[in-house]
């Protein structure tokens, strides 16, 4: 999850509502392979894609204790090799994560993990995270802690999950980032700021064996702070999220 990228794993499609399928490898373990296709990756509501489409990977080994770990991918695009100089930089982005998920009661959830991302071809992005999430009725609320080489951020969550007549799903998710530092500035950087939010509202339907999503992600981050922060300035505005994964 770069410094400019990810607050939350999964990004802007939402998770699925029912029991996932998984592959049973002994009475205890499980072994769950969620591939996905999205129209944009978007991580705390800016595109980790320039806006493009996104094919991602979610390998995940789960344990009947809570326990759970396992590897994601994306690919990426920032349009500049920062490291080199040029414009071919890194193309990936590959995730770490280990946790343990608690589930209280039939309505009430603990989630904790550690995520480590990675860049290759451009390692000064390079980082970790750990998050904490309490769901509780379809309310979640959660926050999590990173640091990069480049710097340090923080940020916390709350929202909202239910089922929809029609077995659809719904997701109202709000966001806000701290990094600390002054990062997002105006034309003419005169001003900077340290902190900014970010919203989505996301459908999900299972239909023919595949979860179909659709979200709206937006940002608080006027045109000049999105340039400062990604070095473009139409990444950090609304936009639609189609995205079709599955699980085995």
């Known amino acids: 999850m770069l410094t400019m990228r990810h607050l939350a ?7 699925p509502l029912g029991p996932a399928q998984a592959l049973e490898l002994s009475e205890t373990l499980a072994l769950q ?10 991580s705390s509501g800016i595109s980790q894609t320039l806006g493009d489409p996104a094919m991602q990977l979610d390998l995940m080994l789960t344990h009947a204790s809570g326990l759970y770990a396992g590897v994601w991918t994306s690919n990426v695009e920032f349009g500049y ?14 995730d770490y994560y280990a946790g343990y998920y608690w ?20 390692s000064q992005f390079n980082g970790a995270d750990i998050y904490l999430t309490l769901d509780a009725y ?15 951020s923080s940020g916390y969550y709350a929202g ?19 990094y600390k530092d002054d990062v997002f500035f105006n034309r003419d950087w005169t001003r900077g700021s340290q902190a900014y939010d970010n919203w989505s509202v996301g459908l999900q339907k299972d239909l023919f064996g595949v979860t179909w999503g659709l979200s709206y992600v937006d940002t608080d981050l006027s045109d000049a702070q ?11 505005s609304a936009t639609l999220v189609v995205s079709a994964g599955m699980t085995f």
Do not use: M
Request: aromatic letters at 14%.
């Open 160 to 178: 909202y999950r239910t089922l929809l007549p029609l077995d659809i799903g719904l997701e109202l998710k709000y966001e806000r980032i701290d």
């Open 81 to 94: 090799d920062w490291l080199e100089d040029d414009h071919y930089g890194t193309r990936q982005e590959v």
């Open 33 to 42: 392979i969620s591939p996905t296709v999205l129209s944009d990756y978007r």
């Open 138 to 152: 379809g309310f979640f609320v959660g926050g999590r802690h990173s640091h990069d080489t480049e710097q340090t």
């Open 103 to 122: 589930q209280i009661s039939d309505a009430i959830s603990l989630d904790t993990y550690y995520n480590r991302y990675t860049y290759p071809g451009e």
């Open 9 to 15: 794993l999964g990004l802007l499609a939402l998770a």
């Open 226 to 236: 999105c340039l400062s922060f990604s070095g473009y300035d139409d990444l950090c």
